[in-house]
C-alpha cells in the first residue's frame, strides 16, 4: 500500500459459503503506508469453518 492512489484494503472472515454476508471488516488500512512491509495481527473466533476475504 504504497503510493498517491492507493484507497484501502479491507480483510473479512467469513462463514464458508456466505461471501454475499461480510459484515464489517476484521481488519482495514487506508491510504499510504510507506514502501516497507508492516505485520498486522487480528485475532478470530471463528464458530465453524471460515473464509478469510
Known amino acids: 500500500m504504497y503510493g498517491q492512489d492507493i484507497n484501502t484494503l479491507n480483510v473479512y472472515v467469513t462463514a464458508s ?3 454475499n454476508n461480510r459484515g464489517a471488516p476484521a481488519w482495514t488500512r487506508s491510504l499510504n ?3 516497507l ?3 498486522a ?3 478470530i473466533n ?3 469453518s471460515y473464509q478469510v476475504r
Open 33 to 35: 503506508q510507506g514502501n
Open 41 to 43: 495481527q487480528v485475532t
Open 17 to 19: 459459503g456466505q461471501a
Open 46 to 48: 471463528p464458530t465453524g
Open 37 to 39: 512491509w508492516k505485520q
